[in-house]
Nanobody, 111 residues
Framework: AQLVEFGGGLVQPGGSLRLSCAASGFTFSLYGMTWHRQAPGKEREWVAGISSTGISTNYADSVKGRFTISRDNAKNTVYLQMNSLKPEDTGVYYC?????WGPGTQVTVSS
């Protein structure tokens, strides 16, 4: 099984990015998926989660109202739309599903 994240980059404060995580090797539609991030010098933290059907979502307080998690089970992909980005959102973003982790994608929010 494999998860691969895409879409990271450098963005100015207040900007937006959309991360994607492509899954393969397991029945994606049966599993809830989560996004996590790790800032330099800090532990990895949970950011958002989505149920297997996409009906239920939840968010860390630090991103609520700014980030949106979604999924497309036909494409075996989960997304994280990030708006109103802040410098403190900087870090490596990882997706997780069925205990698998992707390698991560770097997000840097800086002017």
């Amino acid at each position: 099984a494999q998860l691969v994240e895409f879409g990271g980059g450098l963005v100015q404060p207040g900007g937006s990015l959309r991360l994607s995580c492509a899954a393969s090797g397991f029945t994606f539609s049966l599993y809830g998926m989560t996004w996590h991030r790790q800032a330099p010098g800090k532990e990895r933290e949970w950011v958002a989660g989505i149920s297997s059907t996409g009906i239920s979502t939840n968010y860390a307080d630090s991103v609520k109202g700014r980030f949106t998690i979604s999924r497309d089970n036909a494409k075996n992909t989960v997304y994280l739309q990030m708006n109103s980005l802040k410098p403190e959102d900087t870090g490596v973003y990882y997706c997780n599903g069925r205990t698998y982790w992707g390698p991560g994608t770097q997000v840097t929010v800086s002017s």
